[in-house]
């Protein structure tokens, strides 16, 4: 009997099922960490009441924490709503669901929504678990003289836990080497839909986000100047 080589035959399947349910799952998720920042981005307001009581350390450990917990705000709540947007366009239909997977699908045909729906909540998630250490720092007083020791435990702990998840989430991205190349990605993809003219929302969305983040800067700068030397 003749031998011949075994021809690796490239099988297509629907994943369109599949996709929905990537899209269902990351919502439940990131709708958890929206109620949760909304929740924790209040409850630091009292401590800014008076700024001169506290010292350049607390006030920029205040800021950081409120803009962690804002961008996790932001970022989970954009990711219910991407998300919400996908699983709709799969069921609306009018694309090819054969593919040799459903991440291969997802890549193909649903990018952007693909994109900005794991990042968005990859990034929420990342800064929530960031503003819970610094919020642990600021509670238990541990930038005073005396507990450097619990200082040095939380931080260090913080930074272990933020690499062992990247690292993780890095060798999951498959199309991406890490975050940052999958940044890159959608900012393009968000630049390009701002200037193609089809997207006059998202113009306007891309100037007064870009104009927000500057004015932000310059407020955590300014307001440096009201606490007291450490």
Not at 24 to 30: L, T
Not at 45 to 52: E, I, P, Q, V, Y
Not at 202 to 216: E, H, R
Request: hydrophobic share 50%.
């Amino acid at each position: 009997m003749s031998m011949g080589k075994a021809a690796t035959e490239i099988v297509l399947k629907d994943y369109s099922g599949a996709i929905g349910g990537f899209f269902s799952g990351v919502r439940v998720p990131a709708s958890l960490i929206t109620g949760a920042s909304l929740g924790a981005l209040f409850t630091m307001t009292g401590r800014l009441k008076d700024k001169s009581v506290l010292t350049r350390t607390e006030l920029v450990l205040v800021k950081i924490y409120n803009a962690l917990v804002l961008a996790s705000f932001v970022l989970s709540l954009s990711t219910v709503v991407f998300a919400t947007a996908g699983n709709t366009a799969v069921l609306h239909g009018g694309f090819d669901p054969m593919a040799t997977s459903a991440y291969a699908l997802l890549v193909d045909k649903f990018h952007y929504d693909f994109v900005a729906t794991r990042l968005g909540f990859l990034l929420a998630l990342v800064a929530f678990i960031k503003a819970v250490f610094v919020r642990t720092i600021i509670e238990f007083d541990l930038i005073k003289a005396d507990s450097h020791h619990g200082l040095m435990c939380v931080s260090l702990i913080g930074v272990s836990l933020a690499c062992h998840l990247l690292s993780y989430i890095n060798s999951t991205l498959f199309c991406w080497s890490n975050l940052v190349p999958m940044m890159i990605d959608f900012v393009k993809m968000v630049v390009a839909r701002s200037v193609s003219g089809e997207h006059p929302m998202q113009l306007l969305s891309t100037i007064t986000g870009a104009i927000g983040v500057l004015f932000g800067i310059r407020a955590f700068v300014s307001d440096l100047q009201h606490g007291k030397q450490d």
